[in-house]
């Protein structure tokens, strides 16, 4: 069951207009000889269990409608058009129109990836994403973003926090292990080239007690990510450094957190960050502050979730060593970490599938909170730098929220299963709900994720990044 009416959402700054709909029988009907079968199945957004038909370039409609429905930047209109004139499971192609530049795409989307919008014209000006909710016959349009330097369209003077960032939690588990620890379905190198700016990383010490040693196994509470042999933080680094130096625009935030087996202690994991990674003269960019994006282009911002040596509480003039998480609460629904710096939900023990629904609305009173955020515009150096630890985090902090949760002791809240069910159900509320009432600035904050990017689906990524539009619209 779909509701009758088309509803369009413009997620964009450039005004969009609806001039036509094509409609074409369903993939089987006798009318039809022009369809092929998409390699995917619909995606789960659809919640279709069929899979969805291409429009071949030549296919004909069995109606043409000339229409003119003009949607300003940032609002949402609900049609009179019905979505179904003959058959309930008939395709659309609809024509929109930005300055007088068309743009086609059909509904649904015929495979997996989001939908770029195919530009009726010879070197368009625009390029549009459209993502559509089946069962709410509702398209959200968002400006497309190059995804492996996304951040470079925005100014050096904004905010970092003030940002919509796609982040992946436990970011590195791609690998062949258990499924209650596995947690991502693609490797970091390829979710930082389809836009991920977020790093959830937890690392053991192997040799605490040698300060010349500088392994860091990465691992998943206390069991490692892989069955096939241990994985290290430094080749994960190594990665980072090699995407950043292609791609200068970029930054990359890093939660670091110490987890793993074995007698081991913050202020060690501190020193060996220090010594071996994020010392002076490194990428990464330590102050205990927010940052501007063009203070830290190219670099790695470190947030840690650890303790620190006590040395380390010298550093930057006696404020600190990096962004301030280590008192983080456990298992919360809303709370901000003492710094103010950030204010997180990490809502977790989902024991039983029940407990999914109130997991949502967690994820989705977070992102009202961080959309209802008004940041500072155009920030001047001289001005941010009074921004300093317990003076002005508080107003500014980095919004994150973690759509991960499971239980290990039941199959179907396993990391996998639950994302099936959040991912989509945030992809819905981004794209039809997000801020539609409010004022704010719309960020999402920083969206910690599981499984984005499985057989080719970065849907939500996409979302997550277009709501940067809004914030790119002022001044």
Known sequence: MVAEFLTIRNLTPTPIALKQ??????????????????????????????PVAVIEPDAQPFITQEVDVRVEPFQTVQTELRVVVQDERERLRLVIEAEGERHQIQTPVPTSESATMKALCDQPRFEFTGIYITPESHLAVYSSAKMNAWMQELRDETLLSSLSIPGTHNSPTCHVAPPSVRCQAVSPREQLENGVRFFDIRVQPQCPDDPAREELILVHSVFPISLTGSKYFRDLMYEVNEFLELNPSETLIVSVKREGPGKHTDQQLSRILYDHYAGPGSRWYTAPRVPTLGEVRGQIVLVRRFDLEESLHDEHDGLGWGIDASSWADNTPHATCPSGQICIQDFYE???TEIITKKIEYVCEHLGRSGITRYPYNLQKQQHLHLTAGSGHQHHPFFINFLSASNFWNVSTWPEEIAAKLNPATVDYLCRKHSEKEDGDWSTGILVTDWVGRNGDWDLVRCIVGMNAKLRSRG
């Not at 709909?21 to 069929?50: K, L, V, W």
């Open 21 to 50: 709909i094509d409609r074409f029988f369903p993939y089987g009907h006798q009318h039809n000889g022009f369809y092929t079968m998409a390699r995917n199945f619909t995606r789960a957004i659809t919640r279709a269990s069929e």
């Open 350 to 352: 989902v024991l039983k």
